[in-house]
């Protein structure tokens, strides 16, 4: 059964706040997009949830990958629009592609980058080391709700794309 546009929109809100107030108090970004797609519109597992954990701050804490937030958000599209494992003869599925493409250029536009060291200096104007304790204090003081905001307009397009 198809969703209204109305009831999408609704979706996307409830979502989203749902993402930002999850970032706020629990953190793990990839994590906090994919708990708020599954518990408003579904194709999320547990699984998958599980399996974004280090995923977060770039991947590993590291900081050089894409952004957990981002990373959260194609693998939602994907859990709903990708390609099955029993499927890999027939073709790349490039609607989800498509789909990822999309979603990654509306961040680029948004936040001004893609990695998390790129979303730290844009957030704070320098870049940290989360395995160093005082850094990651530093960051988390000084980004404020940043992270929390992507997080929530991450999962507010994904929910609207889906």
């Given at each position: 059964?198809?969703i209204s546009k109305?009831?999408?929109r609704?979706?996307?809100?409830?979502?989203s706040?749902?993402?930002f107030?999850?970032?706020?108090n629990?953190?793990c970004?990839?994590q906090?997009?994919?708990?708020?797609v599954?518990?408003?519109v579904?194709?999320?597992?547990d699984?998958?949830?599980?399996?974004?954990?280090?995923?977060s701050?770039?991947?590993?804490?590291m900081?050089?990958?894409a952004?957990?937030a981002?990373?959260?958000?194609?693998l939602a599209?994907?859990?709903k629009?990708g390609?099955?494992?029993?499927?890999?003869?027939?073709?790349?599925f490039?609607?989800n592609?498509?789909?990822?493409?999309?979603l990654?250029?509306?961040?680029?536009?948004?936040?001004?980058g893609v990695?998390?060291k790129e979303?730290?200096?844009?957030f704070t104007?320098?870049?940290?080391?989360?395995w160093?304790?005082s850094?990651y204090?530093?960051?988390t003081d000084?980004r404020?709700?940043?992270c929390?905001i992507a997080?929530?307009?991450?999962t507010?397009?994904?929910?609207e794309?889906?």
């Amino acid at each position: 059964m198809a969703i209204s546009k109305d009831e999408k929109r609704r979706l996307a809100e409830e979502a989203s706040k749902q993402a930002f107030a999850d970032e706020i108090n629990y953190g793990c970004c990839p994590q906090c997009v994919l708990k708020a797609v599954q518990s408003t519109v579904g194709y999320v597992t547990d699984e998958t949830i599980k399996a974004s954990h280090g995923l977060s701050g770039g991947g590993g804490l590291m900081g050089q990958g894409a952004c957990g937030a981002l990373t959260g958000g194609l693998l939602a599209l994907g859990a709903k629009r990708g390609r099955d494992h029993d499927k890999f003869d027939k073709g790349k599925f490039i609607g989800n592609f498509r789909l990822g493409q999309e979603l990654t250029q509306r961040f680029v536009e948004e936040f001004g980058g893609v990695t998390c060291k790129e979303l730290q200096e844009k957030f704070t104007g320098k870049t940290y080391d989360f395995w160093d304790e005082s850094q990651y204090k530093a960051f988390t003081d000084a980004r404020g709700d940043k992270c929390a905001i992507a997080t929530a307009t991450v999962t507010k397009w994904v929910v609207e794309m889906m």
